[in-house]
């Protein structure tokens, strides 16, 4: 059963923030937000991670609602190079030690 | 710093044939992952290592696939009498199992079954 629910596709222009939104509204109390990127013909490229608090780093922010029902990743400022398939996951922050990958929202970034 | 490394980069092999995937983690990383992508799908689980030790082989389709990790560092995925269906990109990741890590993912192989 899917834990996280994304839209199929969406697209962006380039230099403005792109929102990704992602609904896991099943989640428990121990679970992380993880969300990766595949650009075309390489691995999934990890970009951030969070538990309840919103965070921040040189790629993006994850902004998660206080219920956890759901989360944002703001890609500040995107570029041509943002086009990718973002994965959604959520993991235990115990014992789930893989990542369980759905389909993604595919991002394009238009100039 | 080197990140996950996988060779070959793409393989070729005709049905019945066996090949072996290798996957150089990350130095130091005690967990490794193999991931198996099919053509516009999300990477699939397949078996993970904690140092030399397969804790979880769940994932793996069928006895015809087989991974090892006999020091704890480079693992090989080995795929016996190939089939069609076993073309797809086969990904390796590693991490440390410290807290929440991440994994982090190689750039994978590409398996094509003639």
């Known amino acids: 059963d899917a834990k996280t629910t994304q839209p199929t596709s969406m697209d962006c222009a380039e230099g403005r923030a792109a929102n990704l939104p992602c609904n896991h509204s099943?989640?428990?109390?121990?679970?992380?937000v993880y969300w990766y990127r595949q650009i075309h013909s390489q691995g999934p490229q990890y970009i951030i991670h969070g538990l309840k608090n919103n965070e921040t780093n040189e790629m993006a922010s994850l902004i998660i609602t206080e219920d956890r029902k759901s989360s944002t990743l703001i890609l500040p400022h995107a570029t041509l190079r943002d086009t990718a398939v973002y994965y959604c996951?959520?993991?235990?922050?115990?014992?789930?030690?893989?990542?369980?990958f759905g389909a993604g929202t595919t991002v394009t970034v238009r100039a | 710093g080197a990140g996950v490394s996988q060779s070959p980069r793409y393989k070729v092999a005709k049905r019945g044939q066996d090949v072996a995937l290798r996957c150089d983690p990350i130095?130091?990383?005690?967990?490794l992952f193999w991931y198996q992508q099919a053509l516009g799908q999300g990477p699939e689980f397949l078996t993970y290592?904690?140092?030399?030790?397969?804790?979880?082989k769940s994932g793996l389709p069928s006895d015809r696939f087989f991974a090892e990790r006999p020091e704890g560092s480079v693992s090989t995925l080995k795929i016996q009498r190939t089939q069609q269906e076993d073309s797809a990109v086969y990904l390796c990741?590693?991490?440390?199992?410290?807290?929440?890590?991440?994994?982090?993912f190689g750039n994978g192989t590409r398996l094509t079954v003639t």
């Open positions: 290592f904690q140092n030399e030790a397969q804790l979880d």
């Open positions: 099943t989640i428990s109390g121990n679970e992380y």
């Open positions: 130095s130091g990383h005690v967990s």
């Open positions: 990741a590693s991490s440390n199992p410290t807290g929440n890590s991440p994994l982090h």
């Open positions: 996951i959520v993991r235990s922050g115990f014992n789930d030690y893989k990542l369980s």
